[in-house]
């Protein structure tokens, strides 16, 4: 078993769950551990390598299904390097257009806020709920973030 270790020292040792390389496994994103007799997974030291590609890739924003793609391309014998290119211009696209997205409702805010020092406390009516928010808050600007991308 010499360069074998069971799951608790891989997961340990790749910074995470034991869970997480059960789950890992069963998406295919390690290859099958071999059992000892009794049951218990084993693993080489390869496994701990792939351990480490996939966090690093969830750092850049992969997907686990993208995670498992560029491993099927690599070792089909192909390079993953153009759909990874590919992938991560559409990452940096996204977060693009979300910044720019964040930027506009930055300025709403404090545009928003601004007005809302400038006037009287407004009163309220009895079919209001907050006069701020229903005079001067952009329309049609409530939709959330999270919403818009």
């Known amino acids: ?13 790749a910074g995470v769950s ?5 789950y890992y ?3 295919g994103l390690l290859p099958p551990a ?13 496994t701990e390598k792939r351990l480490h590609f996939v966090k690093r890739a969830q750092t850049l924003g992969f997907s686990l299904d ?6 099927r391309l690599r070792f089909e014998g192909a390079s993953p390097c153009d759909c990874v290119r590919t992938l991560l211009q559409s990452k940096l696209d996204q977060v693009e257009k979300q ?23 407004l009163p309220h009516a009895a079919s209001s709920i907050c006069p701020l928010i229903e005079t001067i808050a952009p329309a049609a600007k409530h939709q959330k973030i999270s919403e818009r991308a």
Not at 1 to 13: D, E, L, N, T
Not at 18 to 22: E, K, N, S
Not at 66 to 71: F, K, M, Q
């Open 18 to 22: 034991v869970q997480a390389v059960r």
């Open 34 to 46: 071999h059992r000892t007799e009794s049951g218990y997974r084993v693993y080489g030291p390869e």
């Open 99 to 121: 910044i720019r997205e964040l930027a506009r409702f930055r300025h709403d805010l404090r545009h928003t806020l601004k007005l809302s020092r400038k006037l009287p406390r």
């Open 1 to 13: 078993m010499k360069g074998k270790a069971f799951i608790g020292r891989i997961a340990r040792a």
């Open 66 to 71: 993208e995670i498992r793609e560029i491993l």
């Open 25 to 27: 496994e069963r998406l």
